[in-house]
């Protein structure tokens, strides 16, 4: 009976041996999930700004795009008006020698 109590004695430290390392392993699993965790929401946190930036920097490209077009446009527009200006000058100068030759 001795026996029995010795063996089951070693029993109950192998298994509580068994269940430290267990316990152990699981920490260290944790704690590895939780750095790997921690690590992931760095990375998504500096992609997330780099992607503010990137569409900022979009914004700011497409604002001066625009600015730039609309400039051209406006350009464009004032050019038109004087060469009519000019074109309505000239047709009433040759209107004006037509009747003078006539």
Known sequence: MRDEFVEKDE????LRENLGEL?????????QSQHEHSMK???IASLEGQNKDQKQRID???STRNQAFEKQL??????????????DKLQADNLEKDRQLA
């Open 60 to 62: 700011m490209i497409e």
């Open 74 to 87: 406006e350009f464009f527009e004032q050019q038109r008006q004087e060469y009519n200006t000019k074109i």
């Open 23 to 31: 316990e152990l392993r699981h920490g260290q699993a944790v704690t």
């Open 11 to 14: 029993e109950i430290d192998m």
């Open 41 to 43: 929401q760095q990375i």
